[in-house]
């Protein structure tokens, strides 16, 4: 059964940073585009950043400029570096990559206090 763990999620001020990690249950080698989503209360999950096996990646207008997301195929894991964190980036931050299914992580929360 295939699992996604995410982690780094916290209670942080505005302006300050925190750094999500996802890691997977299987091998992300074969696997194309690993995303992060985001979903924050009364709101659709909207993707905020995707990374392909090739290094391309997209960010949401929202944070762009601020977030980074990486991948490290040896360990499984997807990251993301949120720097100058807002209040409206509060939300639960979710991993997820496609193959032959959608797979998603459980979240974790972000909280940015203002």
């Known amino acids: 059964q295939v699992q996604l763990v995410e982690s780094g999620g916290g209670l942080v001020q505005a302006g300050g940073s925190l750094r999500l990690s996802c890691a997977a249950s299987?091998?992300?080698?074969?696997?194309?585009?690993m995303n992060w989503y985001r979903q924050a209360p009364g709101k659709q999950r909207e993707l905020v950043a995707s990374?392909?096996?090739?290094?391309?990646?997209n960010y949401a207008d929202s944070v762009k400029g601020r977030f980074t997301i990486s991948r490290d195929n040896a360990k499984n894991t997807v990251y993301l570096q949120m720097n100058s964190l807002k209040p409206e980036d509060t939300a639960v931050y979710y991993c997820n990559f496609y193959y032959g299914y959608d797979y998603w992580g459980p979240g974790t929360q972000v909280t940015v206090s203002s």
């Open positions: 299987l091998s992300i080698f074969s696997i194309n585009a």
């Open positions: 990374v392909t096996n090739g290094g391309t990646t």
